[in-house]
Protein backbone atom coordinates (compact mmCIF):
# COMPACT_ATOMS: atom_id res chain seq x y z
CA UNK A 1 0.00 0.00 0.00
CA UNK A 2 2.92 2.80 0.60
CA UNK A 3 4.65 1.67 -2.25
CA UNK A 4 1.16 2.35 -4.68
CA UNK A 5 0.75 5.60 -2.61
CA UNK A 6 4.20 6.76 -3.34
CA UNK A 7 3.71 5.67 -7.09
CA UNK A 8 0.64 7.90 -7.06
CA UNK A 9 1.74 10.95 -4.98
CA UNK A 10 5.08 11.12 -7.88
CA UNK A 11 2.41 10.71 -10.94
CA UNK A 12 0.81 13.75 -9.67
CA UNK A 13 4.17 15.59 -8.90
CA UNK A 14 4.82 14.82 -12.54
CA UNK A 15 1.68 16.05 -13.87
CA UNK A 16 1.46 19.12 -11.68
CA UNK A 17 4.82 20.14 -12.69
CA UNK A 18 4.15 19.29 -16.38
CA UNK A 19 1.46 21.57 -16.25
CA UNK A 20 2.86 24.64 -14.49
CA UNK A 21 5.76 24.15 -17.26
CA UNK A 22 3.93 24.02 -20.91
CA UNK A 23 0.75 25.84 -19.00
CA UNK A 24 3.14 28.93 -18.13
CA UNK A 25 4.78 28.70 -21.60
CA UNK A 26 1.16 28.58 -23.30
CA UNK A 27 0.03 31.29 -21.40
CA UNK A 28 3.51 33.67 -21.67
CA UNK A 29 2.67 32.79 -25.84
CA UNK A 30 -0.58 33.13 -26.14
CA UNK A 31 -2.04 34.12 -29.69
CA UNK A 32 -5.66 35.64 -30.05
CA UNK A 33 -7.36 35.63 -33.45
CA UNK A 34 -8.60 39.36 -33.78
CA UNK A 35 -10.57 40.99 -36.29
CA UNK A 36 -8.26 43.79 -37.74
CA UNK A 37 -10.28 46.98 -39.35
CA UNK A 38 -7.88 49.74 -40.44
CA UNK A 39 -8.50 53.43 -41.84
CA UNK A 40 -5.76 55.32 -43.87
CA UNK A 41 -6.90 59.18 -44.32
CA UNK A 42 -4.97 62.21 -45.82
CA UNK A 43 -2.13 60.53 -46.95
CA UNK A 44 0.01 62.55 -49.63
CA UNK A 45 2.72 61.54 -52.22
CA UNK A 46 6.03 62.03 -51.58
CA UNK A 47 7.96 60.33 -54.02
CA UNK A 48 7.35 58.69 -57.49
CA UNK A 49 9.59 57.24 -60.55
CA UNK A 50 8.32 56.65 -63.83
CA UNK A 51 9.54 53.79 -66.28
CA UNK A 52 7.84 52.74 -69.39
CA UNK A 53 4.08 53.72 -68.10
CA UNK A 54 5.08 51.28 -64.15
CA UNK A 55 5.56 53.97 -61.73
CA UNK A 56 6.24 53.22 -57.93
CA UNK A 57 5.53 55.86 -55.23
CA UNK A 58 5.58 56.18 -51.92
CA UNK A 59 2.53 57.75 -49.98
CA UNK A 60 2.60 58.29 -46.10
CA UNK A 61 -0.40 59.42 -44.23
CA UNK A 62 -2.05 58.95 -40.90
CA UNK A 63 -4.97 56.92 -39.63
CA UNK A 64 -6.25 54.25 -37.02
CA UNK A 65 -6.28 50.48 -36.74
CA UNK A 66 -8.61 49.29 -33.86
CA UNK A 67 -5.85 46.79 -32.53
CA UNK A 68 -3.32 49.62 -32.74
CA UNK A 69 -5.20 53.20 -32.13
CA UNK A 70 -3.79 55.99 -34.06
CA UNK A 71 -0.98 55.04 -36.84
CA UNK A 72 0.78 57.18 -39.48
CA UNK A 73 1.11 54.76 -42.21
CA UNK A 74 3.80 54.69 -45.15
CA UNK A 75 2.63 52.68 -48.25
CA UNK A 76 4.95 51.43 -51.60
CA UNK A 77 3.11 51.15 -54.54
CA UNK A 78 4.37 49.85 -57.82
CA UNK A 79 1.46 50.77 -60.81
CA UNK A 80 1.27 49.53 -64.15
CA UNK A 81 -0.66 52.69 -66.31
CA UNK A 82 -0.58 50.69 -69.48
CA UNK A 83 -3.52 48.72 -68.36
CA UNK A 84 -6.69 50.57 -68.76
CA UNK A 85 -9.37 51.44 -66.85
CA UNK A 86 -8.08 49.18 -63.81
CA UNK A 87 -3.96 49.77 -63.31
CA UNK A 88 -2.83 46.68 -61.56
CA UNK A 89 -0.51 46.96 -58.69
CA UNK A 90 1.40 45.57 -55.69
CA UNK A 91 1.70 47.12 -52.63
CA UNK A 92 3.95 47.05 -48.98
CA UNK A 93 1.58 49.02 -46.19
CA UNK A 94 3.55 49.32 -43.15
CA UNK A 95 1.10 50.98 -40.01
CA UNK A 96 3.33 52.33 -36.90
CA UNK A 97 0.99 52.84 -33.64
CA UNK A 98 2.73 52.96 -30.31
CA UNK A 99 3.12 49.04 -29.38
CA UNK A 100 4.28 48.45 -33.05
CA UNK A 101 4.12 48.19 -36.51
CA UNK A 102 2.19 45.84 -38.74
CA UNK A 103 3.50 44.90 -42.33
CA UNK A 104 1.36 43.56 -45.17
CA UNK A 105 2.08 43.23 -48.54
CA UNK A 106 -0.50 42.80 -52.33
CA UNK A 107 0.89 41.71 -55.27
CA UNK A 108 -2.45 41.89 -57.39
CA UNK A 109 -3.75 45.18 -56.33
CA UNK A 110 -5.74 47.23 -58.79
CA UNK A 111 -6.52 51.01 -58.72
CA UNK A 112 -9.83 51.81 -61.45
CA UNK A 113 -9.59 55.31 -63.15
CA UNK A 114 -13.12 55.72 -62.51
CA UNK A 115 -15.22 59.07 -60.76
CA UNK A 116 -14.21 58.31 -58.46
CA UNK A 117 -10.88 56.30 -58.53
CA UNK A 118 -10.72 53.18 -56.63
CA UNK A 119 -8.38 51.05 -55.10
CA UNK A 120 -8.65 47.49 -54.41
CA UNK A 121 -6.25 44.47 -52.90
CA UNK A 122 -5.97 41.20 -51.21
CA UNK A 123 -2.81 41.31 -48.66
CA UNK A 124 -1.10 39.00 -46.47
CA UNK A 125 0.47 40.18 -44.06
CA UNK A 126 4.79 39.80 -43.77
CA UNK A 127 5.68 41.24 -40.40
CA UNK A 128 5.03 42.97 -37.28
CA UNK A 129 7.40 44.52 -34.25
CA UNK A 130 6.68 44.89 -30.52
CA UNK A 131 3.43 43.70 -29.58
CA UNK A 132 3.00 42.30 -33.09
CA UNK A 133 5.74 40.18 -33.16
CA UNK A 134 5.08 36.76 -34.99
CA UNK A 135 1.39 38.77 -36.30
CA UNK A 136 -0.03 36.60 -39.43
CA UNK A 137 -3.12 37.32 -41.30
CA UNK A 138 -4.73 38.82 -44.05
CA UNK A 139 -7.39 40.62 -45.63
CA UNK A 140 -8.42 43.33 -48.13
CA UNK A 141 -8.15 47.04 -49.06
CA UNK A 142 -10.86 49.24 -50.57
CA UNK A 143 -11.24 53.17 -50.82
CA UNK A 144 -11.40 55.84 -53.20
CA UNK A 145 -8.98 58.73 -54.30
CA UNK A 146 -10.14 62.15 -53.25
CA UNK A 147 -8.94 65.38 -53.09
CA UNK A 148 -6.77 64.83 -49.70
CA UNK A 149 -4.95 61.68 -51.35
CA UNK A 150 -6.49 58.02 -51.13
CA UNK A 151 -8.75 57.08 -48.54
CA UNK A 152 -8.23 53.32 -47.50
CA UNK A 153 -10.37 50.47 -44.93
CA UNK A 154 -8.30 47.93 -44.91
CA UNK A 155 -10.39 44.72 -43.15
CA UNK A 156 -8.84 41.21 -42.29
CA UNK A 157 -8.29 38.73 -39.57
CA UNK A 158 -4.95 38.88 -38.01
CA UNK A 159 -3.53 36.16 -35.28
CA UNK A 160 -1.01 37.55 -32.89
Not at 42 to 59: A, K, P, T
Not at 82 to 88: E, L, V
Request: hydrophobic share 35%; net charge negative; charged share 10%.
Amino acid sequence: MKTTSKISTLIIAIAVTGMLTFGGATTAHAQRLRALEGNLHSSRLVSISCNGGVCEGVFEGSGTVNVMGPVTVTTHVVQDFNITPCNPGTADVTFVGATGTITYSYSCGSVCQTHPATIAGVWTVTGGTGEFSGIVGGGSDQGTIAGNGPNVHSSGVVVY
